[in-house]
């Protein structure tokens, strides 16, 4: 065990896309002390999150695992099973049974620090469980603001409805308040190792932000040139947003990158940036289509929710002082499985052995290594659920340059080369019938080994009623979604009075 083992900060955000900061190549988004991690650390291009929805990817953080190891495959509160009819999807497959809380079995990533002599503080969102499987049971000293929802009850803007979070004044806003609140448990806990688990509500829906940063990015997008004419194209089940110019959206991860301003300058007055891992990710693709529909993934097809890179493919920052090079880039494919071996080396803890974990730790690529053997593993995803962004049930396998996603509606295959086609356009799986072959057989072991759930045909799918709810989608929400999203520009555009009523006081 290291002399000095290192304090860990690990920031989590919900629903950003991969170029939803200046960091990851946005030009209309600002991100500044976010960007700091990824400028004074090391920028891995190819991040993913294990899942293209939250819970699942949360928990495979916590644990180290894939998703059908621990159970968690879609969002904790999503119906499956016969359930699904409800949401009048008329979908051919009824989606798959899944895990609704962490397992209590589940030696996590927090459990070994604590009892490797860290204190361990978790701020903000959980959702991996309710009573009985809060952060507080799954290794966490300290847990504010965590409990079994996956959005802000109550909004961005007190007060609150929260009972892990007492609310503050009317119109406080949510992230800096968590932010003030893990920079108040830092401090405490300056004189004892310590991980701090900051996860953000931001930038889940509901969409809201201050006046004044609405106004701001408002003025902001008009000045990057003429309105938008047109702002969604439709992909499969839903539209899909296609540009980045949502002044609402921008003021959230404005405000995010504020609250993560706020814990970085409490490390530095204390002396403790030099001795301090930072981890920046999120769980999932940003919002693209469904939800908010709120900001653009592109060049990446799809977002949250959708079998694409855009739904799983992150923001992914990582700096070890002492290790890392400042302004450094990394392409070799990484995965939310990886943050628990490598967090553990970097702590001198050994993985525990009743945990079978799935990641590898990503230390060597932080030194500057060329890791081929971590580049030359395959990566798993596996998802046996429609999505409300419009995600079709699916397995995928990543691959040197390959990317298959296997469909299980019908069976079909579609075969990328990723570094050729980034944005998932060329479907050449007939042109490759024996790279198809080699990839569904490593996929359909690994299937199998892992004991994944599948989804099974309903006998009541209707094609008519499906297809005249995909033609009711291309019509009438397109329609909706474009005026809607073309008013927040508009000057005398008003939101909900429950937010910007209750500004009280400054973000």
């Known amino acids: 065990m290291p002399e000095k083992r290192p304090n860990i900060l690990f920031i989590l955000a919900d629903d950003l896309g991969w170029n939803d900061l200046s960091a990851g190549g946005s030009t209309f988004y600002e991100s500044p002390h976010i960007d700091r991690i990824a400028n004074e650390g090391m920028l891995f291009s190819q991040g993913y999150a294990t899942c293209q929805v939250c819970s699942p990817s949360r928990a495979s953080i916590l644990t180290g695992t894939y998703t059908p190891k621990h159970g968690i495959t879609d969002w904790i509160g999503s119906p499956s099973g016969t359930d699904w009819r409800r949401t009048n999807r008329f979908s051919k497959l009824l989606p798959a049974e899944y895990q609704h809380e962490l397992g209590a079995d589940e030696i996590t990533l927090p459990t070994v620090l604590r009892d490797g002599g860290y204190r361990t503080l978790f701020v903000g969102k959980w959702h ?3 009573v009985g499987s809060h952060p507080e049971d799954h290794g966490f000293d300290v847990n504010i603001g965590g409990w079994r929802v996956g959005s802000p009850q109550g909004g961005y803007f007190a007060p609150y409805v929260n009972p892990s979070l007492p609310s503050g004044p009317d119109g406080e806003c949510l992230p800096i308040r968590l932010g003030n609140e893990m920079s108040r448990l830092i401090e405490e806990t300056k004189d004892q190792p310590f991980l701090a688990y900051l996860s953000f509500y931001s930038v889940h829906g509901p969409i809201q932000t201050s006046r004044e940063r609405w106004e701001a990015f408002r003025q902001k997008a008009l000045a990057d040139g003429p309105r938008q004419e047109k702002r969604f194209a439709f992909d499969r089940y839903l539209p899909v947003r296609q540009v980045q110019d949502c002044p609402i959206y921008a003021g959230m991860i404005a405000a995010m990158d504020d ?3 706020i814990v970085l300058e409490t490390l530095e007055n204390l002396g403790m940036e030099d001795d301090t891992v930072v981890i920046f990710t999120s769980d999932n ?13 592109w060049p990446l097809r799809g977002g949250k929710g959708r079998q694409w890179e855009g739904g799983i493919r992150e923001p992914y920052y990582v700096k070890v002082p002492g290790v890392t090079q400042p302004g450094s880039v990394c392409d070799v494919p990484v995965s939310g499985i990886d943050f628990y071996p490598t967090l553990l080396e970097l702590a001198g803890l050994e993985c525990p052995e009743a945990q079978d974990v799935d990641g590898v730790s990503i230390v060597p690529l932080l030194k500057g290594d060329p890791g081929d053997d971590i580049a030359a593993r395959d990566l798993f995803w596996h ?16 691959h ?5 996603i296997h469909y299980f509606e019908d069976g079909r295959d579609e075969l990328y080369n990723l570094p050729r086609d980034i944005g998932e356009q060329h479907d050449v799986a007939i ?5 198809v072959q080699e990839m569904r057989t490593r996929l359909d072991t690994w299937l199998t080994d892992i004991k994944a759930k599948l989804p099974v045909p309903d006998p009541e799918y209707d094609a008519m009623k499906e297809q005249q709810h995909l033609d009711n989608l291309k019509t009438d929400l397109m329609a909706r979604l474009e005026a809607q999203h073309a008013r927040y520009l508009d000057a005398d555009w008003e939101p909900n009075a429950d937010w910007w009523g209750s500004q009280a006081i400054n973000d």
Request: with cysteine; hydrophobic share 25%; aromatic share 6%.
């Open 400 to 404: 040197g340059d390959w990317k298959l």
């Open 383 to 398: 998802s046996p659920h429609y999505g409300n962004q419009g995600g079709e049930p699916s397995a995928i396998i990543r």
């Open 128 to 130: 991996l469980g309710d």
């Open 285 to 297: 693709g940003g919002v693209s289509a469904g939800d908010s529909f709120s900001t653009s993934c």
């Open 259 to 261: 609250a993560v301003g």
């Open 431 to 435: 042109e490759n019938p024996g790279i």
